[in-house]
């Protein structure tokens, strides 16, 4: 059974650092892209990050681009989201969410299959 | 604002069939890019209830059915009951942004 577990989360500064986890169980990791969506308060759903199968490509929205970076550590099957310069309009619930994929006459596709519980990050002052 | 643009609200009586829309551009629906969708009980974590415009993964009722065409999509939900409350989202890539595009969330009520 897929389980993904946030944690990390919690009360910081305005353009302080954080760093999430999500601890994977249930299948390898490094077989499947991976996904940061957060959700603030009261919001919509938003994608934050993707890291590929391999971990050799990553993508961010550009709202958090150049502050953010996703990573993972496959010998502990656990995804990453460091956090920098946070804002207040960074505050929201965080989830991971590993791929899923099929096959179709456009070829190999992924979409975004299972989700974690959330991670709550509130930044104020 | 969303890239991709969903009703704020729709309702329906138990037994009833409703769709929720989602409009694109040709940088994601239009672009031949898939149509996914995720359901949301408030206060829970989405949950994947079509993938590739009209796949439903093992657990998820017939009752639940998505289209595409040109640069929007829909999802239907026939057979209403009141546990189908809950907020809607498409969900799409898009070329332009190099990512994963939401509609902003259609909250279902079933009256």
């Known amino acids: 059974e897929v389980q993904l577990v946030e944690s990390g989360g919690g009360l910081v500064q305005p353009g302080e650092s954080l760093r999430l986890s999500c601890a994977a169980s249930?299948?390898?990791?490094?077989?499947?892209?991976m996904n940061w969506v957060r959700q603030a308060p009261g919001k919509g759903l938003e994608w934050v990050a993707s890291?590929?199968?391999?971990?050799?490509?990553?993508n961010y929205a550009d709202s958090v681009k150049g502050r953010f970076i996703i990573s993972r550590d496959s010998s502990k099957n656990t995804l990453f989201l460091q956090m920098s310069s946070l804002r207040a309009d960074d505050s929201a619930v965080y989830y991971c969410?590993?791929?899923?994929?099929?096959?179709?006459?456009?070829?190999?596709?992924?979409?975004?299959?299972?989700w974690g519980q959330g991670t709550l990050v509130n930044v104020s002052s | 604002q969303s890239v991709l643009t969903q009703p704020p609200s729709v309702s329906g009586a138990p037994g009833q069939r409703i769709t929720v829309s989602c409009s694109g551009s040709?940088?994601?629906?239009?672009?031949?890019?898939?149509v996914h969708w995720h359901q949301q009980v408030p206060g829970t974590a989405p949950k994947l209830l079509i993938y590739?415009?009209?796949n439903r993964p093992p657990g998820v009722s017939d009752r639940f059915s998505g289209s595409t065409s040109g640069t929007s999509a829909s999802l239907a939900i026939t057979a209403l009951q009141a546990d189908d409350e809950a907020d809607y989202y498409c969900?799409?890539?898009?070329?332009?942004?190099?990512?994963?595009?939401f509609g902003g969330g259609t909250k279902l009520t079933v009256l």
């Open positions: 969410a590993k791929d899923g994929y099929y096959y179709d006459s456009g070829g190999h596709k992924n979409y975004l299959h299972y």
């Open positions: 249930g299948f390898t990791m490094s077989s499947y892209g």
């Open positions: 890291i590929s199968g391999s971990g050799g490509t990553t």
């Open positions: 040709n940088s994601n629906i239009g672009a031949g890019y898939d």
């Open positions: 590739g415009n009209n």
């Open positions: 969900l799409s890539y898009d070329s332009s942004l190099s990512g994963w595009v």
